[in-house]
């Protein structure tokens, strides 16, 4: 324990840890005193007034929102005088105008009238079982042909012998008390 004591010494008494007289870079401000509000004196509100202030917060506000207008577009103030409202919508008296407006409001009711017809699909009624036999022996005739082309391209195909490979290994022994491999 003696050298590790001498050593920490050494270590804690080395020249980077000693203090110089006055370190140019560093230096503190002086403390000012504890600055302490107007209403520190004062009393805490009680709830009752707390719930009172935040009501009548919330009626000052319904009354701004009732107080600011309704629609957020300008409105001339002559035409509000005279009692009419901001414009419904413009109408333009240009001959291409209104001949494309036209045209437009004919593909809207020709389509309309597209969608409303009934669709012509084939009326499907059920077979009977006659013809569901019918059916089903031509299937079976079509399947049978598909089958025998399918058999007679595999025949064509050259066979792939495919060989089974066998691993020989010499086998190791291993007696019981051991567990090392006998000559």
Same mark, same amino acid.
């Given at each position: 324990? !003696?050298?590790?004591?001498?050593?920490?010494?050494?270590?804690?008494?080395?020249?980077?840890?000693?203090?110089?007289?006055?370190?140019?870079?560093?230096?503190?401000?002086?403390?000012? *005193?504890?600055?302490?509000?107007?209403?520190?004196?004062?009393?805490?509100?009680?709830?009752?007034? +707390?719930?009172?202030?935040?009501?009548?917060?919330?009626?000052?506000?319904?009354?701004? *929102?009732?107080?600011?207008?309704q629609t957020k577009r300008y409105v001339d103030p002559? /035409?509000?005088?005279? !009692?009419? !409202?901001?414009?419904?919508?413009?109408?333009?008296?240009?001959?291409?105008?209104?001949?494309?407006?036209?045209?437009? &409001? @004919?593909? $809207?009711?020709?389509?309309?009238? $597209? $969608?409303? /017809?009934?669709? =012509?699909?084939?009326?499907?009624?059920?077979?009977? @079982?006659?013809? +569901? =036999?019918?059916?089903?022996?031509?299937?079976?005739? #079509?399947?049978?042909?598909?089958?025998?082309?399918?058999?007679?391209?595999?025949?064509?195909? &050259?066979?792939?012998? $495919?060989? @089974? /490979?066998?691993?020989?290994?010499?086998?190791?022994? #291993?007696?019981? !008390?051991?567990?090392?491999?006998?000559?």
């Open positions: 324990m !003696g050298e590790d004591a001498k050593f920490d010494e050494e270590f804690w008494n080395a020249e980077m840890f000693k203090e110089e007289g006055e370190d140019e870079l560093y230096f503190t401000e002086s403390e000012s *005193e504890d600055e302490v509000d107007e209403d520190f004196d004062a009393p805490e509100p009680t709830e009752a007034e +707390v719930a009172a202030a935040a009501v009548t917060d919330e009626k000052e506000a319904l009354e701004v *929102e009732k107080k600011k207008p002559e /035409r509000q005088k005279q !009692g009419e !409202g901001p414009p419904k919508s413009r109408k333009s008296s240009r001959s291409l105008t209104v001949k494309k407006m036209q045209e437009g &409001k @004919q593909r $809207r009711i020709e389509e309309q009238e $597209r $969608r409303k /017809r009934p669709s =012509l699909k084939a009326e499907t009624r059920a077979l009977t @079982q006659e013809e +569901v =036999l019918s059916e089903a022996k031509e299937t079976e005739k #079509i399947n049978l042909a598909l089958l025998e082309e399918m058999l007679k391209l595999e025949a064509k195909q &050259k066979p792939v012998i $495919r060989k @089974q /490979r066998v691993y020989v290994w010499p086998p190791h022994y #291993i007696t019981l !008390g051991t567990l090392r491999p006998c000559p």
